[in-house]
């Protein structure tokens, strides 16, 4: 079945890196744009970052803009979050997600037909 | 940035009874290529959120056919004809016309 596996979380300090990864599985991961969509603790959901199907456009919530990097490889069938110069405010629950247009447009814009479990990511000293 | 506003906040309902979430959008979200890029969400406490509907009323496969979308512009709604126990969550509707994609601030439905 479509699955989304996410992992990399955990405790870090403010300012250190960390890098999520997201596995998919069950369906054609290079034909689908990917997102990353946060949800801090008792917040609501906070679109992070989206990457094209083949991985040439990346585009950034400003929030986030010069300290998260999303990538993918196609053929691994894996999605990646690098996340560095951590701040507080990153502490979330990190969702990757599938965007559900097949070759869908730059951006992809469809929204998410798939999420994972999601990753916890907390940043404290 | 498109601001998505979502009324009520909090939803109480009796089992049974309509349900009905509001969601406003400060631009039209109809998109150069005709679609209007709208989607409502559902989150279940503990769970990861789960798409309910695309393009204002298209019902994801698996979604059941009292949960339905309307709307155009920059009003949409989501309702839901019988509220049953399951139902019990976070609703949020995203907008993707306009970059960066927005979600709504959730609306939590529970039972009266």
């Known amino acids: 079945q479509v699955q989304l596996v996410e992992s990399g979380g955990g405790v870090v300090q403010p300012g250190r890196s960390l890098r999520l990864s997201c596995a998919a599985s069950g369906f054609t991961f290079s034909s689908y744009g990917m997102h990353w969509v946060r949800q801090a603790p008792g917040k609501g959901l906070e679109w992070v970052a989206a990457?094209?199907?083949?991985?040439?456009?990346?585009y950034y919530a400003d929030s986030v803009k010069g300290r998260l990097t999303i990538s993918r490889d196609n053929s691994k069938n894996t999605l990646y979050l690098q996340m560095n110069s951590l701040r507080a405010e990153d502490t979330a629950v990190y969702y990757c997600?599938?965007?559900?247009?097949?070759?869908?447009?730059?951006?992809?814009?469809?929204?998410?037909?798939?999420w994972g479990q999601g990753t916890t990511v907390t940043v404290s000293s | 940035d498109v601001v998505m506003t979502q009324s009520p906040l909090s939803l109480p309902v009796t089992l049974g009874q309509p349900a009905s979430i509001s969601c406003r959008s400060t631009?039209?979200?109809?998109?150069?290529?005709?679609?209007?890029?709208l989607n409502w969400f559902q989150q279940r406490p503990g769970q990861s959120p789960r798409r309910l509907i695309y393009k204002v009323s298209n019902r994801d496969s698996g979604v059941p056919d009292r949960f339905s979308g309307s709307g155009s512009g920059t009003d949409f709604t989501l309702k839901i004809s019988r509220v049953e126990a399951e139902d019990v969550g976070v609703y949020y509707c995203m907008q993707g016309t306009h970059w960066p994609i927005t979600f709504g601030q959730g609306t939590r439905l529970e039972i009266k």
């Open positions: 997600a599938k965007d559900s247009a097949r070759y869908g447009g730059n951006p992809p814009r469809s929204g998410m037909d798939v």
């Open positions: 631009q039209s979200l109809v998109y150069s290529d005709g679609n209007t890029y």
């Open positions: 990457i094209s199907y083949a991985g040439s456009d990346k």
